[in-house]
């Protein structure tokens, strides 16, 4: 038995520390604790099973070998012998599946929700929209491209983490109407057990009732392109009161923003905010660099759109391109942060048209 | 090594099986619809026109929530008029979606709805939906577009909120839509 | 897997007037004869094997550490899927098909398979469709980057230009599957040799059977879900597509309607292999042997309703999940108790543990840890928190590798005696057995924690609490990857000049093949044995 | 109608996995393939019928 076996069944109960975790995880609501016990329940009794048919076997084979002189007898059928080794495992599925289908009715659950959610997987980012409030933002991983490419050190939460993570609050129903936007993703937080696909066309229903404040991460767990592994979800939740501050503070950034958006910029500055938004948003599949990738996404440097008529420009950035990967990134991005990619590629990434524009001018 | 008549025999009808069950294949499309319209699988549901009775269940309500999804390549603007509506099973309601196209060309766009929990699917009528037909829209213009329904009253008792979402696809380019053609033709037969 | 040398003796058999093979590259390209084609079909397989290890080095070197060190994700998605669609239909089905060429005419004595200029044909396009699939690795866009389940629309709108080649290529393969199913059930049923009556049939021969009526059940609807992709694709239909009133679940459907009968095809030869080796080495007759070829046939049945347990968290009504979830336990029951025949087998027997054996004996154990795991999997509930991650990964790894591929190891050390006439070297083969089964688990095991722990599937990147498992994985892919070149080096060094066989090669063996000398004469049973 | 009912009878116990040597070969002897081909399709209809109803009353009897 390696060393990795023995560890592994000596740590198999108690969930061990994170880097050493062997187990599923017990979360914080009720459905994910009755999954765990579930999910216990019968590793325990496919343990029990195991042991006693590979005792049989293992002894079998201590036992009766030629070397120790066994003789082969000749029996080879017994039907009472088989009918037992039948109904026995038959008996042992039933006990399971009692208790399984108590909890998978539970989670078909339709009461009344407190808050509803809309979440929509898009290429390689969630975005979350709250039906009862008018909230809604996009959720892009937020780990540094330095650290996935082993220039910088690694965080804790690393390839976990995202710039504005969906909050919801404690103790509250939270139904989830998951769909997607492109491919099918599915969204999936083990803590909270909740693990739906979002298939383009069609809505899924889930919902979760939190017990514990605080931040729970999962990832897009169904294949969805190239970043498949680089869309996690992050979910903060907080007490009745902070969620309330919290709707608060989003509305008034809402009206923050849509004022900054008649403001003007030194065109400094909007290189400045435009390369951060690039490395974010862009920096997928244009690179870093601006080199793009040969035959699948086309280089900034020196593209005829980002050197020709800055109206041109603006608009396959607002409106994407049907048929290829560029999305549509008008309601992905506030016009600011429009103003300012559309501005540093146009001056950075080794282009130097020279001209700029200001949110004002993205809005019309 | 001539095979003998009975293998032929055999094979040819080892080979009808092949066939049979490739174009079995091709009948679980159809297959498929029916199965998801008495199950209301995947949300999807097909009845359209007037409900066959008309009493209304006026002891409880049912909260119909409406959702609208923008597939990557839609630049239009797609929301409803009104977030969620509170209605009695059995009663007709009107709702609408506004929907503008801000590009500069002319488009036709095709919305597919979607209905959640799919237990309630078999039991939301569409009396007349924009979701019937091809919606056409020139550059830079907006409509509002109608929506009659009705909730069955023999809607179960345990669902309380049914969620009606519609994804509206840009079909410009795909079918052979021509400007002139699309006021008064049918939307795709399925839908 | 076997690998018979290019220009094998000229065989004494009994009437020497008839011609022996052709020789040159002429023998191999127009062969009728099934030994020729099954060492053909084993070779290839063999090959296939070591392409898609090869890939899996790469996911799993890819995987060592946290951080992107040696592939960019696209072409990591492209190594998964084609890790996944070599290994199944490149290395499992055609190493199966192989064994069934060479043993299924010796063991019912048949002089040959029922349609031999078929069976040349559906080997030779094998080839070729994979050389279709491989070739799209160098095209701009890259290989078929979706999974080996090619789900929809990540597989029709948003593939690489590459996917019309992936659809041909399956297309192909398809093909070449319905075809080796139609020529093996028209053997059996109509060549058994007078007196070997269908209760008789060794059980190798039962599972194939029945695996062939599966084949030609399910590789059409394979083919049909292909041919859908295609008119999506390229001719403007919407079978998938949301936008003109497809759906992409239905794709889902259709694929796993397929899919799980497949996973079937995958593992009962697996089975009968294992009923055949288990009784010599334990020196003692099958336990229950009526009841295998009952179960085996309801299993067969069985599995074509069963398929959305795949499909849990897609979005189903209540009475779907709960359905699927009874029927999926249900059917655990005949497949998991064919177990205890293999151990009642053993029980009071006299065994001795030579390399088949010891395969055959691991082929058990792991293989039902793989059937546990597949029962945890069945509880639906449970399975929103296990689908897609790598409890998955751990759980079908275990049903493949040590179960598909420990069985058609261990039926290359057992047969290969009676192809070639020369006995593989035994130490050779404990050390390729030791090191692969030391691999397997070391590779394997882990993946179960780290797919509790919440790790999702086909992802070229992780969080750091999942790194240690997974480099204690990728150091065990590497060991069994390269424990293979032993076996390799021990076929390859005594196809010839390993030590003669004798013609019952191993004490306990009976059959019809073990009646025939060996290296088994290039035309047998021509005229057909006396069975008592 | 005697091998008819026979036939169904080892398609019952085939599901089940446990099968005795005697009854298989009177099976064999006296069987026709094509019965115990529409035997099996029957008993999968069957089984397929017998776990819905399974469902609908263990759902039936929660609510």
């Known amino acids: 038995m390696t060393k990795a076996m023995v560890l592994a069944l000596s740590l198999f109960v108690l969930p061990a520390k994170a880097d050493w975790q062997v187990n599923m995880t017990q979360g914080v609501t009720e459905l994910s604790r009755e999954i765990f016990d579930l999910h216990m329940l019968i590793f325990w009794i496919c343990v029990v099973i195991g042991v006693a048919v590979f005792g049989v076997m293992f002894y079998s084979i201590f036992k009766h070998r030629k070397s120790k002189g066994a003789v082969a007898e000749h029996w080879h059928e017994n039907t009472t012998v088989e009918v037992i080794w039948t109904v026995v495992p038959f008996v042992i599925l039933i006990s399971m599946a009692v208790p399984a289908t108590a909890t998978l009715i539970n989670m078909y659950d339709t009461s009344e929700a407190d808050v509803d959610i809309q979440v929509t997987g898009y290429q390689w980012k969630w975005r979350y929209q709250y039906l009862n409030e008018d909230i809604d933002f996009f959720s892009n991983l937020s780990t540094p491209r330095d650290e996935i490419n082993n220039v910088q050190v690694k965080n804790s939460n690393y390839l976990l983490e995202v710039d504005k993570p969906l909050v919801i609050p404690v103790n509250k129903k939270v139904r989830f109407l998951i769909t997607s936007n492109d491919v099918i993703h599915s969204w999936w937080v083990p803590n909270f057990a909740v693990k739906k696909d979002a298939i383009p066309g069609f809505v899924n229903e889930s919902w979760v009732r939190v017990e514990e404040p605080g931040i729970y991460r999962g990832q897009c767990t169904e294949l969805c392109g190239k970043e498949h592994g680089f869309m996690p979800i992050v979910v903060e939740v907080k007490a009745e009161a902070d969620y309330a501050r919290w709707v608060a503070d989003q509305k008034a950034m809402k009206l923050i923003s849509a004022g900054a958006a008649s403001q003007n910029y030194a065109v400094a500055d909007l290189i400045a905010k435009g390369e951060g938004v690039y490395n974010a948003a862009c920096a997928g599949c244009h690179q870093v660099n601006g080199q793009g990738m040969p035959g699948a996404f086309p280089a900034i440097t020196a593209s005829a759109i980002a050197t020709g008529p800055i109206q041109k420009h603006l608009d396959i950035v607002l409106n994407g391109k049907a048929g290829t990967a560029m999305q549509a990134f008008k309601q992905q991005l506030s016009a600011v942060d429009l103003a300012a990619v559309v501005t540093f590629q146009r001056n950075g990434l080794g282009n130097s048209v020279g001209d700029s524009i200001q949110p004002s001018a993205v809005q019309q | ?191 | 897997m076997a690998t018979v040398d290019i220009d094998l003796p000229h065989v004494k058999d009994d009437d020497s007037h008839h011609h022996g093979p052709a020789k040159g590259l002429g023998r191999w390209l127009y062969t009728t004869n099934h030994k020729d084609i099954g060492s053909m079909y084993l070779i290839f397989s063999l090959c296939m094997f070591m392409i898609g290890g090869m890939m899996a080095l790469v996911i799993r070197a890819e995987l060592f550490q946290p951080g992107l060190q040696l592939v960019e994700p696209g072409f990591f998605n492209q190594m998964t899927t084609m890790h996944g669609l070599i290994m199944v239909f490149g290395a499992v089905m055609p190493a199966f098909v192989g064994l069934a060429n060479w043993m299924v005419p010796l063991q019912i004595g048949a002089p040959d398979m029922a349609l031999p200029r078929m069976n040349n044909w559906s080997f030779w396009i094998l080839p070729f469709a994979f050389l279709i699939l491989l070739s799209s690795l160098f095209m701009p866009g890259g290989g078929p980057n979706f999974g080996w389940t090619f789900y929809a629309p990540l597989s029709t709108t948003y593939a690489p230009d590459s996917v019309t080649f992936f659809i041909f290529g399956v297309h192909i393969m398809g093909a070449s599957s319905i075809m080796g199913a139609i020529n093996i059930i028209a053997t059996i049923l109509n060549m058994r040799a007078p007196g070997m009556t269908m209760m008789k049939l060794p059980l190798f021969v039962w599972t194939w059977l029945i695996t062939a009526f599966l084949l030609i059940a399910v590789m059409p609807v394979l083919a049909g879900v292909v041919t859908m992709m295609l008119m999506d694709i390229h001719f403007g239909t919407s079978f998938f597509n949301a936008a003109g009133g497809g759906d992409p679940v239905l794709f889902q459907h259709i694929f796993w309607f397929f899919g799980h009968p497949e996973v079937y095809i995958m593992i009962l030869p697996a089975f009968g292999i294992i009923s055949e080796i288990i009784p010599t080495f334990a020196r003692k007759r099958l336990f229950g042997y009526s009841s295998m070829v009952y179960a085996v046939a309801s299993i067969a049945l069985l599995s074509f309703v069963v398929w959305a347990h795949h499909m849990f968290t897609v979005g189903m009504p209540l009475v779907g999940e709960v359905f699927f979830m009874f029927a999926t336990m249900l059917i655990a029951v005949p497949t998991g108790v064919k177990v205890f025949n293999w151990i009642a087998t053993m029980f009071r027997g006299s065994m001795t543990f030579e390399t088949p054996m010891l395969f055959a004996l691991a082929f058990v154990v792991l293989f039902t840890l793989g059937g546990f795991s597949g029962l945890m999997l069945a509880i639906a509930p449970a399975d929103f928190q296990y689908h897609d991650t790598y409890f998955v990964v751990a759980h079908f790894h275990y049903v493949l590798v040590p179960g598909a591929i420990f069985s058609i190891m261990a039926a290359a050390y057992y047969w290969l005696p009676k192809w070639t006439g020369h006995v593989l070297n035994e130490t050779m083969g404990k050390t390729h057995f030791w090191l692969s089964f030391v691999g397997v688990n070391l590779t394997f095991f882990p993946m179960h924690f780290v797919g509790l722990a919440g790790m999702p599937r086909r992802i070229p990147d992780y969080a750091l609490q999942f790194a240690d498992f997974n480099s204690m994985a990728s150091v065990g892919a590497f060991i069994f990857g390269f424990s293979q070149l032993v076996f390799i080096y021990n076929v390859v060094q005594n196809v010839r000049a390993g030590q003669k066989a004798t013609d019952r090669v191993w004490e306990g063996a009976h059959g019809l093949e073990w009646t025939v000398p060996s290296p088994a004469p290039y035309h047998t049973f021509s005229t057909p044995p006396k069975i008592d | 109608m005697k091998l008819w009912l026979r036939a169904l009878l080892s398609t019952m116990s085939a599901f089940l996995g446990v099968q005795s040597n005697e009854r298989r070969e009177r099976d064999f002897i006296d069987g026709k393939f094509p019965v115990f081909v529409a035997a099996g399709i029957t008993f999968t209809l069957l089984f397929l019928l017998a776990v819905y109803g399974l469902v609908q009353f263990v759902l039936w009897s929660v609510d």
């Open chain 2, 1 to 191: 090594m001539q095979a003998k008549p009975t293998t032929n025999r055999l094979v040819i009808r080892l080979l009808a099986g092949a066939v049979f069950m490739f174009g079995f294949c091709f009948a679980l499309v159809p297959l498929y619809d029916v199965f998801c319209d008495i199950t209301g699988l995947n949300g999807k549901n097909f009845n359209r026109g007037p409900a066959a009775d008309t009493r209304v269940d006026s002891s409880r309500t049912v909260k119909i929530q409406f959702v609208t999804v923008n597939p990557s390549d839609m630049p239009w603007e797609f929301r409803p008029t009104v977030r969620d509506l509170r209605v009695f099973p059995g009663e007709d309601k009107v709702t609408s979606f506004y929907a503008a196209n801000p590009t500069g060309n002319w488009m036709v766009a095709q919305a597919v709805p979607s209905v959640t929990p799919f237990e309630a699917a078999p039991y939301l009528n569409k009396i007349n939906c924009f979701c019937f037909d091809r919606q056409p829209l020139e550059a830079g213009s907006d409509v509002e577009m109608p929506l009659v329904f009705v909730v069955d009253p023999d809607l179960p008792e345990h669902i309380s909120t049914i969620t009606l979402s519609y994804a509206l696809y840009d079909i410009t380019g795909s079918a052979e839509v021509s400007k002139n053609s699309t006021s008064d033709d049918k939307g795709p037969a399925s839908l």
